[in-house]
């Protein structure tokens, strides 16, 4: 599952489902954008479901996707900035596991 951040024209979503995604989400701010990928994928027969979603709101990102395309949106400094939200927790591992490991394998 793809969820595209900022899709634009939609090329990365479009993309995503032609290639066999089993579901394909693309947001962005503008309704323009969204409405360029919503007639460009029912030209193509491909199922992409698009919404309006602001990464700079307080809203989560949609759940239940594997992978996130977010290349454009980077462009702008504010939404850069969010990037640190959109991933996903680090596990943290615990006391001295790195350096156990680092003498596994010395």
């Known amino acids: 599952?793809?969820?595209e951040l900022g899709c634009g024209n939609g090329l990365a979503a479009l993309v995503a489902a032609a290639s066999g995604a089993r579901r394909v989400l693309a947001t962005d701010v503008s309704p323009r954008a969204l409405d360029l990928t919503r007639r460009a994928a029912a030209e193509q027969r491909l199922a992409v479901d698009?919404?309006?979603f602001d990464a700079r709101g307080p809203e989560p990102l949609?759940?239940?996707f594997d992978l996130l395309v977010a290349?454009?949106?980077?462009?702008?400094?504010?939404?850069?900035?969010c990037r640190r939200r959109w991933?996903?927790?680090r596990r943290r591992?615990?006391?001295?596991?790195?350096?156990?490991a680092r003498r596994?394998?010395?």
């Open 87 to 89: 991933a996903p927790p």
């Open 71 to 81: 290349a454009d949106v980077l462009y702008d400094a504010s939404l850069a900035l």
């Open 104 to 106: 596994a394998g010395s």
């Open 50 to 52: 698009v919404a309006a």
């Open 1 to 3: 599952a793809v969820l």
């Open 93 to 100: 591992r615990g006391p001295g596991a790195g350096s156990a």
């Open 62 to 64: 949609p759940a239940g």
